[in-house]
């Protein structure tokens, strides 16, 4: 377990899971080395779009059409701070490149570019993120917090936040409703 790269690979949170913030959550696990992990939370819409945090930072929305975009809830980390989950990686001021496809960044001008173009076209916009010190992602893993599955960026942006959890368990070939709440160990 000690070399495990979950990178672009999804958490799911196990029934026994007992943090609030990560009751039900899926995962997108967008870094993680010997320093830690950092992951969005990709199935917790707030209650704000692209519309309101847009106006919020004084962003021009020129693209009505993603006016109705939800803003996630990523994680209880940095909650005043913006991360965009975007395909494709692109070229922008702060930006990790997680796969040859996606990237997550945190610079303004992601936002500017979304707001006067509308690209990158395929956003999920969060306040916050999930992380996780040296170690500490193991810990849980062995402590049967969450099942992983290898992402899809299907899943993160072509089906609605509450499609994406199921889709992911289908990957495991189980439905949340078969997982138990009583961790066991071999």
Not at 13 to 38: K, Q, R, T, W
Not at 63 to 88: E, I, K, N, T
């Amino acid at each position: 377990m000690d070399n495990v790269n979950l990178t672009d690979n999804f958490l799911i949170a196990m029934p026994a899971l007992e943090d609030p913030y990560f009751s039900n959550a899926l995962v997108y696990i967008c870094e993680h080395n010997e320093n830690g992990a950092l992951g969005i939370i990709v199935n917790r819409p707030l209650d704000m779009n692209l519309a309101g945090l847009f106006e919020k930072i004084d962003i021009q929305l020129e693209q009505p059409g993603l006016a109705d975009l939800p803003v996630y809830f990523g994680g209880p980390v940095q909650l005043d701070r913006g991360f965009v989950l975007h395909r494709p990686v692109g070229h922008w001021q702060s930006t990790l490149a997680i796969s040859s496809e996606i990237g997550l960044t945190s610079s303004r001008d992601i936002l500017a570019a979304v707001g006067k173009e509308g690209l990158p076209a395929e956003i999920l916009v969060s306040l916050g993120y999930s992380g996780w010190d040296a170690g500490q992602l193991e810990e849980e893993l062995a402590q049967n917090s969450w099942l992983t599955v290898p992402a899809k960026s299907a899943i993160l942006f072509d089906l609605p936040p509450e499609e994406r959890l199921p889709a992911a368990m289908q990957k495991l070939g189980v439905s949340f409703s078969q997982l138990s709440d009583v961790a066991g160990h071999a």
